[in-house]
């Protein structure tokens, strides 16, 4: 039957019953009233114009602009010239109370934090962004809007392909890349795919980020297992002796402590994976971003059959837009590219189609260039600043992205020095949250600078320089 | 240090030395020959402008022009004026073979074919969606650009909680709901929920979606177990004698056969629920579309504390979007947004503020209200084609959505009946993909026309008809 003898509303969930007694006017109003009454329809909330309503339910325009109107007089809709007919405020029963326990409200303003892990999110090239979106809405095949790849688009593939071989020298081919929402989601595929071939227990650096790798290891049913960092990286050793047929590591920036892998580690750690039958996972997580060396390429591209490489738009574009890839070695791929479609079918496309836009255009390359000094400006204002006011503090893991370690002598412990730092309106974070005991001695800060502005950088160390100096 | 004096090239990934004997141009040529030569640099590639390589190895313009000049001269660059320098045809050796075994590719074009589960993809409103996207990407606030509430957007939550409560009569409010990239994130997520939660076992209707449910539940640590559906929807004996604790229904329109869950059932169901302090995972996923009742709300409606829901845009706009929501039990929305955080850290922000503007701006609702109609014509013309061509044939499963079950006499089975279609170009689909056990018995076939033209729908069932009509 056509839509036009329905007599019901999906828009609204109304149903008109022509063959009761009461008028279909009154039906209408008693229904629109009671879902007002009932909380179903809340204050502001819009409902459809008397011209679609009426053709919706098939009853005459004017009977409903004389439903809306009566019900305006009433006090329970109303409206404005030239825009929709919305229920008016105090109309309805107010909304229940707030659910408990959400996390909790971000604080007041600070004078600078030093959260480390966001980019300059002022900087996102937003402009450029949905250029790219219309270009790639634009060009769009129909039949890309049905469910698609779950390995993402090959448009997107092709050019993370030739990006990753040019900027990372990976072994990159666009049919081993799955594309994911980012780190998190990599590791959780990653993990699945350990799983299913058989690994029990992946190692991860200490520090590191032991409670995000603990938590994913756990959903895929893997153990996990510190192993510690030294100047040059992880310890192999270490690594060794845990038995872990997998580890999780940042060769080109360590995270937290900046610490760039040795080439001498790098081999080691290849050769340890050889003996085991291991597997490496390879956090590229913010290698766009070096100051004083020459870049390093990806551990993936000196052993492609196993390394799982992972990588990100979260550090170089912004965390908001989800995208990141993983580089798989042939074992692995099937598995990950499976866990990808069971996990949410695939990323969105036009998101895709608009990065590889983006990249294949040069604007990608553009944005990071802008961004690479504003970077070192903030790097060379951090140092400046806590050598005027905190002098004598040591620092390390500044060769690249856009955090560093600071080494405090702080016989209050880590904790009471947040708490001072946060009362002078600074927020500094402490490397007791990666470390997999949780443990707060030697005292050290992960300052990050990405989001930090120059003058913010200044006017925070300025503020607490007298708790980081050496007694 | 400052950047200009790294005399590295993060985009090529390119390291001059000084000091050594080797002139700088030399080594520049070298390095980009074999990049080339060695495949890091494929034909097509866009190298940097000279002037900005100039900036970044900290070298005269000129010597890169001279550079990229021999280079071209000896085959290796191309240059099109206005245009930026890329590696030439011929000059990389060809990529690799491809891997093997992918999906097998696309079918050839078929005069029509009837694959449930797709929306018309032609139909999805671009212009609107893309105008949704600017107006949210000059809206956002900077901060959103970070990693957000992994809920999902507060706007987009609030929004889709009036829409809810509106068109499903759903108990909704914002901070029970946790956006998602759609049906397959849901019950991955809702799984993993329960699990948490200690249920073991989860049933799901047969027919129904099997493998997918199987393969969430398998990843959860669930077992799955199959319950028969009947002409009133799921049934509720045979589920509480499986001893489950939880059940995914799809109420407003079974999947597969079309079915409403009758009233009687409903209840039957939440009093299965209340007794076992069991939860009910209900698939929303085609409620937008009905043809020729009256609207069906929400179980959840009924049973707040009992249900999760699942929504997505899939089907009201495009599977490509990846965007859903459950609406969650207090019991179990914790739980629910822990693995989403885990999972992915929360859907992209962008697309989740488009939603919420493409929502309550109304085009949403236009845009159904634009599709009903063109899903109607193509239901009429499927029955009246069946009438014509394949009389006899018994349809059911069409007050909603876009699919419809046929029920057929093929003595040769569902197999030998869909390579028969698909050698006339008519791509066909059985009812053994939604049975649990796989069986082809009785024959029937999942009809699908939501992005199947009218005029195709014509001429698919034309040439078919004999082999469809009872014998």
Request: hydrophobic share 45%; net charge neutral; charged share 20%.
């Amino acid at each position: 039957m056509p839509l036009e003898w329905s007599g019901s509303s999906p828009e609204l969930l109304l149903t008109l019953d022509r063959a009761s007694a009461e008028p279909l006017r009154s039906q209408l109003e008693r229904q629109v009233r009671d879902a007002i009454r009932g909380g179903r329809l809340r204050v502001g909330e819009r409902l459809p114009s008397s011209r679609e309503l009426a053709r919706t339910l098939g009853i005459s325009r004017g009977l409903i602009q004389d439903c809306y109107a009566q019900l305006q007089a009433e006090g329970y809709l109303a409206t404005r010239t030239g825009s929709a007919t919305r229920v008016a405020a105090g109309a309805a029963p107010p909304a229940p109370a707030a659910a408990p326990a959400r996390p909790a409200p971000p604080p007041a303003r600070l004078i600078a934090d030093f959260r480390p892990g966001v980019p300059d999110l002022g900087s996102f090239p937003m402009a450029d962004w949905l250029w790219a979106v219309r270009e790639a809405g634009r060009a769009i095949p129909t039949a890309a809007l049905d469910y698609g790849d779950a390995a993402g688009a090959t448009a997107l593939r092709e050019v993370l392909a030739g990006y990753l071989r040019r900027v990372r020298a990976a072994a990159a081919e666009p049919d081993r890349i799955v594309v994911c929402s980012g780190h998190a989601q990599g590791l959780v595929l990653a993990f699945g795919a350990l799983a299913r071939a058989g690994v029990r227990t992946v190692a991860y650096e200490d520090p590191g980020g032991p409670r995000s790798t603990a938590a994913a290891a756990a959903w895929a049913g893997l153990d996990a297992v510190p192993v510690p960092v030294d100047e040059d990286g992880v310890d192999v050793r270490a690594l060794a002796a845990t038995g872990a047929r997998a580890v999780v590591v940042t060769p080109a920036h360590q995270w937290p402590t900046g610490v760039v892998m040795a080439p001498r580690r790098r081999l080691e750690l290849i050769a340890w994976a050889a003996d085991r039958d291991a597997v490496i996972i390879e956090d590229d997580y913010d290698a766009e971003f070096r100051y004083d060396r020459e870049p390093v390429g990806a551990l993936q591209g000196l052993a492609a059959d196993r390394v799982v490489s992972i990588g990100t738009v979260s550090k170089s574009l912004a965390p908001a837009l989800r995208l990141g890839w993983l580089l798989a070695p042939p074992s692995l791929a099937g598995a990950i590219l499976e866990h990808k479609l069971l996990n949410d079918r695939g990323s969105p496309a036009l998101d895709q189609l608009a990065l590889a836009r983006l990249i294949e255009s040069g604007r990608y390359d553009r944005h990071l260039r802008r961004m690479r000094p504003v970077y070192a400006a903030r790097r060379t204002a951090l140092l400046a600043a806590l050598a005027e006011h905190a002098p004598g503090v040591r620092v390390t893991g500044l060769d690249a992205g856009f955090h560093a370690v600071a080494h405090l002598d702080a016989p209050g412990g880590e904790a009471a020095l947040i708490e001072a730092a946060r009362a002078r309106g600074v927020g500094l974070h402490g490397m007791s949250m990666c470390r997999a005991d949780g443990g707060d001695t030697p005292v050290q800060l992960v300052l990050g600078f990405g989001n930090t502005g120059e003058r913010a950088v200044r006017a925070g160390i300025a503020a607490v320089g007298d708790l980081l100096a050496p007694r």
